[in-house]
């Protein structure tokens, strides 16, 4: 038993976990104590109620990280304590020997007290997801080498790369497959930007140019907890825009202390030399935290004169244009009372591009030839109460404001006299609030299995409501 013990032990250790020790003279484990724990991080509630009720609770540190537990009063068993700590957060207690070990309950389910977001084609927590959900956290994406969300995304093979996307020609067109501002917008199965839900921490924020598109990459990396995508028509509960399937980005709200990074970088025939700087700070405490993020990042332009492959083409036309974005996101959570929480999430961005489009193949694009400068500055501001009620009853009530301005001044020149000088903008805007709660309203009790002995089975049946009112889209071309 001891060795078996140590193995455990040993397995956990090597993912950073919290163990608590029981003494030698651990009681068995259905004995009844008295508890008296308000509600604090899940980590410090599990930790006394192994002290108290002298048993090995074992659990990994990252599992319970900005976890909140609800305060637990009175006389009750190890399991029966145990099992109203994590109630909601995702995570269940399974024994082994005299331990009890904590896990997930379900690895395609979003479990944060905090921040609790499930993006599986349900708004009943705790559902069991019908299709399939694409999850990648921050540091997988990171370990495949791509520096941003718009990268990740055109990496999937049900994502369609054309239309709103870095390197799509166009410049300052707009249309079909044309970009306007080298937005990063998520097009599942090809049916269109506008066809495909995104969504950061749950909420909806502002269309990104004139196909209703969500930039993604206006989101910093370092600032992301994970992404999580249902490659699935999901309209039915979400609405026309998510027919191709709807994403979910993950903030995070739980960081201690300050992170920076530096990345270079340029391709080996020239152009597209890259510089990319973030910082993350944050701070969390035993009713709340906050995590703020800044990212700068530069790329130089790919011309058709660095390619052996467009030779044809003037050396001045752009082939992937330069870009230079600015990004913050702040997120972060409070404990108002035992029951109530507060949580908010902010997001800007200022990115500018340009691109050169020459119209002969033997004179560069000033001379004859389209300069454009798009440039695009989105931001959205979300807070969230949420309200723990009784028999595990969850109400939440959050509002949305953002904004996305698109703007691709462009000239038109001829042998290098400016002919032709327009201006298109897309000014987008959205302002929502949005109330739902979920909670279980009966429970049924099973008839008696066939060809077996009588079984009563507790099935509890949730219900949950949700309204929303919303304005989007507002948008104008001039």
Partial sequence: ??????????????????????????????????YDLPSQNLGASLRAVGRISGTEILFKADAVRGLIAPDLHGKMTTSEAVEHLLSGSGLSASPDGDALIIQKSSQSQVSAANNEIVVTGSHIRGSEPVSPVIQATRHQIEDSGQSNLGDYIRSLPQNFGGGQNPGIVGGGNQGGNENLNSSSD????????????????????AYDGAVQGVDIS????????????????????YGSDAVGGVANVILRDQFDGLSTSARFGAATDGGDTEQQYDVVAGRTWSSGGFMVAGDYSHATAITAGQRSFT??????????????????????????????????DAQYSDRKTSAALASTTNTP???????????????SVTPTLRLRLPSDWRLSLSGTIGRSLSTSPSVTLSGG????????????????IELDGDGPLFSLLSCPLSGGPSSMMGITRKGTFHAVEEAQARGDHR
């Fill in 311 to 344: 030779q044809a083409l003037s050396p001045s036309a752009t082939l992937l244009p330069r870009q230079r974005q600015i990004s913050f996101v702040g997120s972060g959570h409070q404990q108002l009372t035992d029951t109530l929480n507060f949580l908010l």
């Fill in 1 to 34: 038993m001891q060795l078996h013990r140590r193995l455990i032990t040993s397995l956990f250790g090597a993912s950073s976990i919290a163990l608590v020790a029981a003494p030698v003279w651990s009681q068995p484990e259905q004995a009844v104590r008295q």
């Fill in 417 to 432: 006299v400016s002919l032709l000088q327009s201006y298109v903008r897309y000014d987008n805007r959205v302002k929502s």
């Fill in 218 to 237: 206006a989101i910093p990396l370092a600032a992301v907890e994970r992404i999580e995508i249902v490659p699935d028509g999901s309209s039915a509960l």
């Fill in 365 to 379: 694009a000033w001379i004859n030839g389209v300069i454009s400068t798009p440039a695009v500055k989105t931001y």
């Fill in 186 to 205: 998520l097009n599942l199965r090809g049916l269109g930007a506008d066809a495909t839900l995104t969504l950061i921490n749950g909420h909806r924020v």
